[in-house]
């Protein structure tokens, strides 16, 4: 299939979808084509706007892929996460350190934690990883 922008003698334009350029051709050539405006037969290929256009669209897409991809990534992770996870909520902090204390069985949990609180594990040696999803309190 290709496409086309048509123009009729009284400067209508419009646009349409032939098999190929020779299918074109011979609609041309026959009369076949009229403007749907004024009926005119007199139908000439005008000049490829559209080109400019999706070419910009091209490079929307591939300038927004990156981002979806990512996002698609983080969606990944964070159903893994979850499936294998404990959501220990607001007592993530308790819980971490409770944990590496040996106060509790240790297994992965996830949580929210004040920005103080993750930081103090950190400096205890206990692994955390900030999760991008995770909206963290900031007192
Ligand atoms: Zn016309």
């Not at 007199?42 to 490079?59: D, F, L, W």
């Not at 159903?79 to 819980?95: C, D, H, L, Q, R």
Request: glycine share 4%; hydrophobic share 30%.
């Amino acid at each position: 299939m290709i496409h086309y922008n048509l123009k009729c003698n009284n400067d209508h334009t419009f646009n349409s979808w032939f098999d190929s350029v020779d299918a074109f051709d011979k609609l041309e050539k026959t009369k076949m084509l009229s403007c749907p405006v004024c009926g005119s037969d007199e139908i000439k290929r005008a000049i490829m706007s559209p080109q400019v256009s999706s070419s910009k669209t091209k490079q929307a897409v591939s300038l927004s892929k990156p981002a979806s991809e990512i996002e698609k990534k983080i969606s990944e992770a964070r159903k893994k996460i979850e499936s294998e996870s404990e959501n220990v909520g607001k007592n993530f902090a308790t819980e971490a350190r409770a944990m590496h204390e040996g106060d509790s069985p240790v297994r992965s949990i996830y949580g929210e934690a004040k920005i103080k609180d993750a930081k103090s594990l950190i400096d205890d040696g206990i692994p955390v990883i900030p999760l991008p999803w995770i909206k963290r309190q900031t007192n």
